[in-house]
């Protein structure tokens, strides 16, 4: 027997009793989501772990960070076989590729030039699913020498893993089995498919979207609601790196090993900087006199912005930079949040009334006085700054709240143009194995806020679900409300991210609550090679977080 010590409850077990069995002993808290991960004496497990010594034991819930990426990566798994068992009777075998998050859920593409995406097909994969739910189909976990498992995919004519793996420095890798279905993914898995219960197949565009339940709610699937401009602009992105050959972190290491990347890193910002003449020629051709820029974090709002009136000069206009954060209320009237911190982040936190009119003069041909905030001691000032527009100024204003239509309510319709910029990262570890657009922005803020505030790696970490919840209540709302929208990521920029941030995520000690993230965010850079960021253009966005960079930043 050993002692399995939760909380400030101990229970005596049989060595070797899985961490599964001594958490239906333990039983669940009411509304905290499935226990579906473990810590055992600090390290995270998966349930499938056993004691076999005294242990500390504490569980995590599809509730928490790391629960719902297991729950969402073990449901794709699920999935993957679904369709495998329905291609056997209906004769629709394909590649299935998972690309992007879209309305709460992944959207996926079925490759078979011969077959397409329908509900019926879909209804069928979806029944197979709550059919494996039911049978509670255990998800073994093997370990292979690497290199037999390069042959096993090569075999199969996986080449997507093929060309990750030929990189991978390890001797060994996980492999998970599905009912005799063998994958590989990034990341730990539920012990059965009995506890996958929640997710539900929407057909969109030529694919569809596995739409599945949220940190929030882990026992409800959301109600699909389609994302069209976020999806067209994620399409494009997926479609550059597909014609680039980098739409996987293998095909991007194959290009960094043959020498080409230079080449590809100037393509890649060529069709960055064509897709910003296009905006600014919109702005242009439709008369616009307000350009409200807005973003999540680590987006590369400001070098966007300073690029954009590159090009808006060249169109023979005048753009004028603003930031909605000189408009702050002064630190005395700032609202605080449930935790009695200043809340900046919230509408409230800003002089609404105050922009309106100052925008609502300019536009009436009046020279008003432009303010300043200082934050240090919380105050907006005067310092005789002030402007008026003539017939070719253009404001460019730029703040989270920007596609808040309360933001500019007293402003025409038609004197503004909306633009919604984020890092909507369009490079996948493999076909199965996305990338998550969150972590590409918290790596970029990483490095920034070293750099330039002095932030250790784990104050920055420790930070971002507070940056998050903000993003969820005052940016994403509003994003499909843009007239246009950019995508900030560059298929390189891993790499050339992964030197600078390492150092920094290494130096997280132990014992830091952030560590655990850290080694995630370590394990995953693993699949990247690294290289230099002198071949990145100055003026380049990502300048912006590494350093060098041509704009005031």
């Not at 068992?85 to 593409?109: H, M, N, P, Q, W």
């Not at 209804?123 to 292979?144: A, F, G, L, S, W």
């Not at 949040?337 to 009046?366: H, I, S």
Request: glycine content about 6%; overall charge negative.
């Amino acid at each position: 027997m050993v002692k399995v010590t939760i909380g400030d409850k101990v229970y005596e077990v049989e060595q070797g009793t899985t961490l599964e069995e001594i958490a239906k002993l333990h039983g669940e808290a009411p509304d905290a989501g499935d226990i579906v991960l473990a810590y055992r004496n600090g390290h995270l497990c998966e349930l499938f772990k056993t004691v076999e010594e005294d242990a500390a034991v504490s569980f995590l819930t599809t509730m928490s960070k790391s629960g719902n990426s297991t729950y969402k990566r073990s449901v794709i798994l699920m999935m993957m076989k679904a369709f495998r068992d329905v291609a056997k009777r209906t004769g629709s075998s394909g590649r299935i590729r998972v690309l992007f998050s879209l309305s709460k859920g992944f959207y996926c593409e079925f490759k078979n030039k011969n077959v397409k995406v329908t509900d019926e097909l879909l209804k069928q994969v979806e029944e197979r699913m709550r059919e494996m739910v039911d049978e509670n189909i255990p998800i073994e976990k093997k370990t292979y020498p690497s290199y037999d498992l390069i042959n096993r995919f090569e075999r199969q004519g996986r080449t997507d893993k093929v060309e990750l793996f030929k990189y991978r420095r390890a001797s060994n890798t996980n492999a998970y089995i599905l009912d005799g279905f063998e994958d590989y993914y990034y990341g730990f898995m539920v012990p059965s498919t009995g506890y996958l219960k929640y997710f539900a197949l929407f057909k969109y565009e030529d694919g569809f979207v596995l739409q599945l339940p949220s940190r929030s709610e882990p026992g409800t699937v959301p109600e699909f609601k389609p994302q069209h401009k976020l999806f067209d602009v994620l399409k494009q992105s997926d479609d550059w790196g597909v014609m680039l050959g980098m739409d996987t972190v293998g095909g991007l290491n194959d290009t960094i090993a043959s020498g080409e990347i230079a080449d590809m890193m100037l393509v890649q910002e060529a069709l960055q900087e064509k897709n910003i003449a296009k905006i600014a020629e919109q702005i242009k051709n439709q008369g616009k006199k307000f350009v409200l820029i807005a973003g999540p974090s680590s987006s590369g709002k400001t070098s966007f912005s300073h690029r954009l009136s590159i090009q808006l000069k060249a169109m023979g206009l005048n753009p004028h930079p603003i930031a909605l954060d000189n408009y702050f209320v002064e630190r005395k009237y700032t609202p605080r949040d449930e935790f009695g911190n200043y809340d900046f982040e919230c509408l409230e936190a800003v002089d609404v009334k105050q922009f309106n009119e100052d925008m609502v003069r300019l536009l009436n041909g009046e020279t008003v006085p432009m303010p300043t905030f200082d934050f240090i001691d919380g105050k907006r000032e005067y310092k005789g700054n002030v402007m008026e527009i003539k017939e070719t100024d253009v404001l460019v204003i730029e703040g989270i709240h920007g596609l808040n239509p309360r933001m500019s309510e007293l402003l025409p319709d038609e004197s503004k143009f909306k633009i919604y910029i984020s890092a909507l990262t369009q490079l996948n570890v493999d076909e199965h194995n996305r990338i998550s657009t969150t972590d590409g922005r918290l790596i970029r803020r990483i490095v920034r806020d070293a750099r330039t505030r002095g932030h250790s790696a784990a104050k920055t970490i420790s930070m971002w679900d507070s940056v998050r919840r903000g993003e969820e209540k005052n940016i994403f709302p509003y994003q499909e409300e843009a007239d246009a929208m950019f995508n900030s990521a560059l298929i390189y920029e891993l790499s050339v991210i992964k030197p600078h941030v390492e150092p920094l995520l290494f130096a997280i000690p132990r014992d830091s609550e952030e560590y655990q993230e850290a080694k995630r965010l370590l394990k995953f850079l693993d699949y990247f090679l690294g290289i230099s960021s002198e071949n990145i253009p100055n003026n380049s966005i990502l300048r912006e977080f590494v350093g060098g960079s041509c704009f005031p930043v």
